[in-house]
């Protein structure tokens, strides 16, 4: 029996690339709703990875139910002093953190740059997603101790 080429044409018509790609989705946690449906929206592969990843960093430990493991130390290190040491400390959290837990992610680089005044730092992580056509991907943390 041969394959239909229009089904073909019709499926990679609404892939973005030509390859095919896994899609990955995550809840919008801003609650946005859906103007249509009512619904609350959903994002998609590379901006669902990216709030994983802002999720993982933000987590603590033992704040997961039944997963205690999963979290990085953060919080612990912004309310050190503001030092070089303290930066690569950090960096290495979070680099360990998205190794060990977002599998989605193959992780390029990670940076943090104090914020002196603000007693804060500005991390910069850079990575691919994994079985996706997008380049290379950036985010900017912002993080500062909240009490």
Do not use: C, W
């Not at 859906?34 to 590379?46: R, S, Y």
């Not at 990216?50 to 999963?70: A, C, G, M, Q």
């Not at 992780?107 to 104090?114: E, F």
Request: charged share 20%; no cysteine.
């Amino acid at each position: 029996m041969a394959a239909n080429p229009t089904a073909f044409k019709d499926a990679s018509a609404t892939n973005d690339s030509d390859r095919n790609a896994q899609v990955f989705s995550d809840l919008n946690l801003n609650f946005v709703a859906h103007p249509l449906t009512g619904d609350i929206t959903k994002l998609t592969n590379v901006e669902a990875v990216k709030r994983s990843v802002r999720n993982l960093i933000n987590t603590n430990f033992y704040e997961r139910p039944f997963h205690p493991e999963i979290g990085s130390d953060v919080r612990a290190v912004l309310f050190e002093p503001v030092t070089p040491i303290v930066e690569s400390v950090l960096s290495r959290h979070v680099q360990d953190v998205i190794t060990n837990f977002e599998p989605r992610v193959e992780l390029i680089n990670v940076s943090s740059n104090a914020d002196v005044d603000k007693n804060a730092y500005n991390v910069t992580i850079e990575f691919f997603v994994v079985n996706s056509p997008s380049g290379a991907q950036t985010i900017n943390v912002f993080l500062e101790r909240l009490r």
